[in-house]
């Protein structure tokens, strides 16, 4: 394997130079203004005079003769760099900041080159074969040169570079993004945004289980890479981006999200008993506001029925299992508690293959509004589940809309227990908040539920400096809420979040949001 990968460099100079020679001998006679001899068959005279081997006054074959000089300067490039890098570094270094990738390397430059090289010249033969009705043997000999240096790099990018080169990766997320926010998302925003939401849950769940398609949404969607790889309590993940509770709510979609490019998910919330959800309309959009309305109030399947779900199939990324009271009345407080510990103990005696446990205590959309968001109850609640001794690790899904002094005795509680990180945070109830346009205000008031995406940013923010600042290194910390861009994935991994969740981001921006933001944390780390 190590032959292979110096022999496959080698070959691309070897022929960068055959192309050269070919491309050169043209342009010489070019510049003579000869008509190189071409030998029985075919007819070079007719080619080389034709409108379409020209651009303006220039000749192809000049273009040749550079196209494979700089194929041969930048094999050369990487070969001398397969060992220690330093021409990748170097040129990272001279890089300008509006350059929108920071961990390019020279073959990132290379193999798109040599794909540009290899449709060009599909595009001349086309031309020779069914426009001027001719063939050059020189033309010829450079497009089966182009094409073998594509079949050579595209070899070498497979075997030993991934499955893309950062500079196409990008290009293709980009276009991604650009169709979904100017032709899939217009369409979806026509419709009930629920009955959306069941269509993507159908589809997502339709295409795990095609091979193929998930490959395919691989290509599009994901980015990958070594640098990604985190390991937070225990856990192997393999980038920080996961899909946050509320979406995912029965694990319809554990077979897909892989290739979307997420490192992890979570399913719920679950609860105890099915809940069908709080009456419809319970799902709305403020675009302007770049956020969503959200009053599901915990739909649920159940428990018993999630994990006969999960048990039968194989999780490929850490997945977290939220778990909350089921929406409904208790007649004691000791009901509700029993209610959520009998989830766990349920999960906790299957066969589902899940890694972590979310304790989701702050969704506001149910009967019993926020109960363990005070430190007394959560105190009990946490006693509680510490007597279960859960095998996997426990984050809590905080409440956002507290204040920084309130957010502090929550923390100083679960410090005293068996908790291995905190999520922050759930939805927005604050109808005054300014990050919501006022027309969007206005338009809130008169409607049941609450907010996500970008009105819940800054305050996730503070959350995340606060707990880091205050509590170093005791929690993971996940930070959701408002993650439009890599650039706001960034802001709360410096804040001090360790991982993060996005649900609105992805709606409003597309799926090839979780890969955008994947590379940019592997650009940031050059």
Known sequence: MKNMKLLLPL???????????????????????IIPPCGTGFDCGTVLNSPWAHVGPIPLAYIGVFFYLTVLVLSTMHFLDLESGQISNSIRKILPKWFPIKSVTVFDFLWPLTLLGFLFSLYLVGIMAFVIGEWCKFCLVSAGTSSTLFLISTIYLLKFYGKSSAIVKWLTLKTMGFCYRNIAKPIFFLFDAETIHHVILNVGNFIGNIGIAKFKTSVFFSYKSPALVQQFDGVTFPNKVGLSAGFDYNGDLTQILPSVGFGWHTIGT??????????????????????????????????????????????????????????????????QLFDILQSFLLFENSDVRHKLYELNISCPNTFGGEPYTTPKRLGQLLSAVDKLKLSRPLYIKMPIDQSKKETIELLKV????????????????????????????????KLKGNLSGKPTFDRSNAHIK??????????????????????????????GADLIQVISGMIFQGPQLIGEINQTINDSRS
């Not at 691309?12 to 203004?33: H, M, P, T, V």
């Not at 707990?467 to 910390?477: A, G, P, Q, V, Y």
């Open 270 to 335: 679950v609860t105890l008993q099915p809940y069908e959800g709080n009456k419809k309309p319970r799902l709305g959009r403020f675009p302007n506001s770049k956020a969503l309305l959200v009053n599901k109030g915990l739909k649920s399947i159940g428990t018993k029925a999630v994990i006969a779900k999960l048990e039968k199939l194989p999780l490929y990324i850490p997945t977290a299992i939220s778990i909350a009271s089921t929406n409904t009345s208790f007649d004691t407080k000791e009901d």
């Open 414 to 445: 679960a410090d005293k227990h068996n908790v291995q990180g905190v999520i922050f945070g759930n939805l927005t109830k604050d109808k005054t908040n300014p990050a919501v346009l006022p027309e969007d205000q206005k338009a809130w008031k």
């Open 466 to 495: 606060t707990t880091k600042e205050m509590f170093k290194n005791r929690f993971t910390i996940v930070g959701t809420g408002g993650i439009f861009s890599g650039e706001d994935a960034l802001t709360k991994l410096k804040l």
């Open 11 to 33: 070959l691309l100079i070897s022929f960068a130079i055959i192309g050269i020679s070919d491309a050169g001998y043209i342009s010489w006679y070019e510049s003579q203004q």
